[in-house]
């Protein structure tokens, strides 16, 4: 019910021209859930890509920080679609 409550948020959002319009509200939640989630499976593969230490502060920091971003650029409408910016 939870996940559900956000894929209608993210919906809504879409009516609203916050969003994207042209993906699916469910699979943005998953993918979001997904780049959130992957540092922290696999962190033998982000210390090998990054060099980083995932436990240092900063580093947690600066991660969060991407994701953050990365999610805001994945879902903004796109140039062109009529969505209100």
């Known amino acids: 019910m939870h996940y559900?409550?956000?894929?209608?948020?993210?919906?809504?959002?879409?009516?609203?021209g916050v969003l994207d319009d042209g993906l699916d509200p469910a699979y943005v939640?998953?993918?979001l859930i997904a780049l959130a989630?992957?540092?922290s499976s696999v962190p033998?593969?982000?210390?090998?890509?990054?060099?980083?230490?995932p436990g240092d502060p900063?580093?947690?920091a600066r991660r969060r920080a991407f994701v953050v971003h990365?999610?805001?650029r994945l879902a903004a409408p796109r140039a062109g679609s009529g969505a209100v910016p």
């Open 29 to 31: 939640v998953f993918m």
């Open 58 to 60: 900063a580093e947690r």
């Open 4 to 16: 559900q409550q956000k894929v209608k948020t993210f919906a809504a959002a879409q009516r609203d």
């Open 37 to 39: 989630a992957w540092w």
């Open 44 to 53: 033998q593969l982000a210390r090998m890509l990054t060099g980083a230490d």
């Open 70 to 72: 990365a999610a805001q």
